[in-house]
């Protein structure tokens, strides 16, 4: 049974850090190109940023680099997003996810994690 278990959500202040992590069952995350989205009240479903299952390289969404940074640990079958100087409008609902091809895109998603929410004060 393919599982992607989040967490790590809090509450935080402007200028805090968190770590999100995502457990990963049913499949072994080293084949996959998985990531990142997030979803903030009112709005779209929006990408954070991936790890291509090609060659490990990471891709984040241009407002986030140099503040997101996505990791995996293949041993543990877990993926990770580590969010330095946190604003209030990163404040969403997060979500990992998988797919078994280059591209991660919402379109081509296999597998979603349910969501862990993330709320940034100022």
């Known amino acids: 049974q393919v599982q992607l278990v989040e967490s790590g959500g809090d509450c935080v202040q402007s200028g805090g850090s968190l770590r999100l992590s995502c457990k990963v069952s049913?499949?072994?995350?080293?084949?996959?190109?998985v990531g990142w989205f997030r979803q903030a009240p009112g709005k779209e479903r929006e990408g954070v940023g991936c790890i291509s299952s090609v060659d490990d390289s990471d891709y984040y969404e241009d407002s986030l680099k140099g503040r997101f940074t996505i990791s995996r640990d293949n041993a543990k079958n877990t993926m990770y997003l580590q969010m330095n100087s946190l604003k209030p409008e990163d404040t969403a609902v997060y979500y990992c996810?998988?797919?078994?091809?280059?591209?991660?895109?919402?379109?081509?998603?296999?597998?979603w994690g349910q969501g862990t929410q993330v709320t940034v004060s100022s």
């Open positions: 049913g499949f072994s995350l080293r084949w996959y190109t």
């Open positions: 996810a998988a797919n078994f091809g280059p591209l991660l895109t919402a379109s081509t998603v296999e597998h």
